[in-house]
C-alpha cells in the first residue's frame, strides 16, 4: 500500500510541477489532485521537494479557497517563473500577425510542430515558449483553443520520443517507479498515435511489470498523431 501511495504522490508532483505544459492546464490536473490524494498519498507528499506546497494546494481547492480553475500565486511552482514569462516581453503587431498566421495554418504532426517553433516569435521565448504564448493569448479565446492542440501535439511528440528511448534502455527500479508515476499522461497522449502508440502503451505497461529488455518495433521519430 506504501508503495502504491508513493507512485501516486510522485504522479501528483510531477503533474504539478508540469502544469505549464499540460494540456487543459489548471482546470485538468487540479481535478486529478482532488481525486487522487487520499490521506496516505499526502502523507508521501509531505516527505517529497515541494510537496507541502502542493498539499496546501490541494487542501486550498477542498475547502474551495481555490476555485477549480485556479492556484494561488505563492503556491505556483518554479516561484511562478514559468506563468510570469509574458508580463515582461511583450509582443508587437509584426509578431502578432506572424504568431496568428502561425497558429492558423498548424498541422498537427512533427512537420507541422517544427514550423511553428522555428517562428522568430517563439524562438524569442526559448524553452518557456508553450507557457509564454498560452499566457500571451489568455484574452483571444478562438486562438488560446487552436494553441491548445499545438500544445497537445508537442506533449504527444515529447512523451513518444521520451517512451521510445525508454525501451531501448534496460529498466532500473527507480526508472520503473517514474514510469508508474507517468502512466496517466502516456495514456491520454500515445493513444493519438493510433496502433503505434497502443503498442508502445503495451511495452510501456510490460516494462511495469517486468525489468526485462524489450525491443521496439517501431520507428525512433513515431507517426503521425491522428
Known amino acids: 500500500m506504501k508503495a502504491r501511495a508513493s507512485i501516486t504522490a510522485q504522479k501528483l508532483l510531477n503533474l504539478y510541477r508540469q502544469e505549464h505544459v499540460i494540456f487543459g492546464g489548471w482546470v485538468a490536473v ?12 499526502i502523507a508521501e507528499l509531505r516527505e ?26 505563492d503556491l505556483l511552482p518554479y516561484g511562478g517563473m514559468m506563468n510570469q514569462t509574458v508580463a515582461t516581453v ?45 499566457a ?16 497537445k501535439t508537442y506533449r504527444a511528440y515529447y512523451l513518444w520520443k521520451v517512451a ?4 531501448n534502455q534496460p529498466l532500473t527500479e527507480r526508472a520503473r517507479a517514474q514510469l508508474q508515476a ?13 496502433d503505434a502508440g497502443t503498442e508502445l502503451l ?7 511489470s517486468s525489468i526485462r529488455h524489450t525491443d521496439p518495433s517501431d520507428g525512433e521519430t513515431g507517426p503521425n498523431p491522428s
Open 30 to 41: 487540479n481535478k486529478i489532485f482532488v481525486s487522487d490524494a487520499a490521506p496516505d498519498v
Open 48 to 73: 517529497l521537494p515541494t510537496g507541502r506546497m502542493l498539499i496546501q494546494h490541494i487542501e486550498n481547492l477542498r475547502s474551495g479557497k481555490t476555485p477549480m480553475d485556479s492556484i494561488e500565486r
Open 90 to 134: 511583450p509582443l508587437t503587431p509584426g509578431e502578432w500577425s506572424e504568431l496568428e498566421s502561425g497558429i492558423n495554418n498548424f498541422t498537427p504532426d512533427q512537420s507541422g510542430l517544427n514550423r511553428i517553433q522555428e517562428l522568430p516569435v517563439i524562438q524569442k521565448f526559448g524553452d518557456q515558449w508553450l507557457v509564454a504564448i498560452r
Open 136 to 151: 500571451a493569448l489568455t484574452d483571444k479565446p478562438e486562438l488560446l483553443d487552436k494553441w491548445s492542440v499545438i500544445a
Open 164 to 167: 521510445s528511448d525508454m525501451i
Open 182 to 194: 507517468d502512466m496517466p499522461e502516456y495514456e491520454t497522449y500515445l493513444p493519438m498515435f493510433g
Open 202 to 208: 503495451i511495452k510501456l505497461r510490460t516494462f511495469i
